[in-house]
């Protein structure tokens, strides 16, 4: 037989004074539910004609439990007294949008944080999504802090990855917050990522393989090992020399790789460029022919070991040591004109509303 739990201090003796205690009990609070009743349907009587009724004012805040509020007093406190009062809370309007807002505070693996705040089926693909742009602000995941806070405002899209249209990042390790706002530019084929500033978020290379792309998806610091920068571009986009040189290889390693090509330096450097996963090449162009720095060697594609269209671009030197295009190329960033930054200052106070005040935890 199981022995009894133990209890704390001594048991107390059984008396016939409880019952009767109950009994009276009962009683009483009958009798203040009957005058309560009747209160209540007094109260409940239409005002005269020159009386207003008084609503007492409530405060509806995050902090909001639901119980009812307290009639105002007829000696109110000053107003100072009011700041200590929830905040109004912010009203959800980004799902009349379409946009979805995950709001986040990280206390480990970014990829955890976004699981939690977006779920399981998105939180994965988000996490991969919004570091994409943490990237120009910090390295991902070494310089991620505890407390680091994330607002992202994204649009979920049958079998594709989630688009993020708004990145509030607030780094313990910078002691700023970061923002960054999607925007189409008159004069640009793609959105790209705008800083409150105007200018974009992603430093662009100087004698950079591609004229144009909507995003670089992947970095040398991103925390994935990659070798090389991906470039988020439609198939069909020239691919150019970022310097002179000579053709070394064409096509190999094709199921990985797909459509490729090795260019080599022939100046002092003797640096060597890499093109994976291009579309199909020219005939004439072989192993030998030489290029001078922005002539045109192919166009992007999606062959290969891909899962969307782009273009990676990976550059080494010596026995294949890696080098990072974005410490090896000149690099800037490019401003939108002038005459377009009230249309993005617009969109951006538009995003910076559906975003609203921080909800992750402090």
């Given at each position: 037989m199981r022995p009894p739990l133990p209890t704390l201090g001594p048991q107390p003796k059984k008396s016939p004074v409880g019952p009767v205690m109950v009994v009276s009990l009962l009683l009483g609070l009958s009798a203040g539910g009957v005058w309560w009743w009747k209160q209540r349907l007094t109260s409940e009587k239409p005002p005269a004609a020159n009386e207003q009724p008084v609503t007492p004012p409530v405060a509806m805040g995050s902090g909001d439990t639901g119980a009812a509020p307290h009639p105002a007093s007829p000696n109110p406190a000053p107003a100072a007294a009011a700041a200590t009062a929830p905040a109004p809370m912010v009203p959800d309007s980004?799902?009349?949008?379409?946009?979805?807002?995950?709001?986040?505070?990280?206390?480990g693996p970014l990829e955890t944080a976004m699981v939690v705040a977006a779920g399981p089926e998105i939180g994965p693909a988000l996490a991969q999504v919004v570091t994409r742009t943490l990237v120009w602000w910090v390295d991902v995941p070494g310089d991620l802090r505890r407390g680091d806070t994330l607002d992202?405002?994204?649009e979920t899209?049958?079998?594709?990855?989630?688009?993020?249209?708004?990145?509030?990042?607030t780094s313990n390790k910078t002691g700023?917050?970061?923002?960054?706002?999607r925007f189409q530019a008159e004069s640009d084929k793609n959105p790209r990522y705008y800083l409150p500033s105007g200018e974009e978020l992603e430093l662009r290379l100087e004698?950079?393989?591609?004229?144009?792309?909507?995003?670089?998806?992947?970095?040398?610091?991103?925390?994935?090992?990659h070798k090389g920068v991906d470039f988020k571009t439609p198939v069909g986009t020239p691919v150019k020399a970022p310097f002179a040189g000579v053709i070394r290889r064409k096509n190999w390693s094709f199921r990985f790789n797909g459509n490729c090509l090795e260019l080599e330096e022939t100046g002092g450097k003797r640096r060597r460029a890499i093109f994976l996963h291009m579309d199909e090449l020219p005939r004439s162009v072989k192993v030998g022919d030489r290029f001078a720095?922005?002539?045109?060697?192919?166009?992007?594609?999606?062959?290969?070991?891909s899962f969307a269209p782009h273009l990676h671009y990976q550059l080494e030197v010596g026995e294949d040591r890696v080098l990072d295009p974005y410490e090896t190329h000149r690099t800037y960033r490019r401003s939108l004109p002038a005459a377009q930054r009230p249309t993005l200052e617009v969109e951006i106070r538009r995003l910076d509303g559906?975003?609203?005040t921080t909800v992750a935890g402090g």
């Open positions: 980004a799902k009349a949008t379409g946009l979805a807002h995950a709001s986040v505070r990280i206390d992202i405002l994204y899209r049958p079998n594709e990855e989630p688009l993020v249209h708004a990145v509030r990042f700023q917050t970061h923002r960054t706002y004698n950079s393989p591609l004229d144009d792309y909507e995003q670089v998806t992947s970095l040398l610091r991103d925390g994935r090992r720095t922005g002539a045109m060697l192919g166009r992007s594609g999606n062959s290969g070991r559906l975003l609203g």
